[in-house]
């Protein structure tokens, strides 16, 4: 049961999150969008989380996604989610191959990823030695 109940914390943090950047980086949903996604992370991985964020190689990814946090939470929600952003990628670049891969087998989501501007991005993800880690 906790695996359902943090899949649907992590699609309202991940809707919280689109609705924060569409309404021009709204503070509140970004802030609830980020808590409902670490819970949700909390509620698929268990123990497990504490490990991911916290070894020794995934610091920097660590620190700027919680800096990026805190700072939205104290007021300036672009440079937070900039500094968030970057925390993402430092911690799941290693991830992305397998989910473009995944991506790519189901049929709406393979045209979208054909389309010109993302196959670009795709194009650099599947090539895994120019992905900066």
Do not use: H, Q
Not at 103 to 117: D, I, K, Q, T, Y
Request: with cysteine; proline share 4%.
């Amino acid at each position: 049961d906790n695996k359902k109940i943090g899949i649907g914390c992590c699609g309202l943090g991940v809707v919280c999150l689109a609705l924060g950047l569409m309404l021009l980086f709204d503070r509140t949903l970004l802030a609830l969008g980020n808590v409902a996604f670490l819970l949700g992370l909390g509620l698929l991985m268990g123990k497990k989380i504490v490990k991911f964020f916290f070894r020794r190689e995934k610091w920097k990814g660590t620190s700027a996604f919680f800096v990026g946090i805190a700072v939205i939470i104290i007021g300036w929600p672009f440079v937070g989610f900039v500094t968030e952003l970057y925390g993402v990628w430092k911690l799941f670049a290693a991830f992305l191959p397998n989910l473009v891969a995944s991506l790519s087998m189901v049929p709406g989501a393979s045209m979208v990823l054909n389309a010109w501007p993302i196959s670009i991005v795709v194009g650099a993800i599947k090539d895994t030695r120019r992905l900066p880690l």
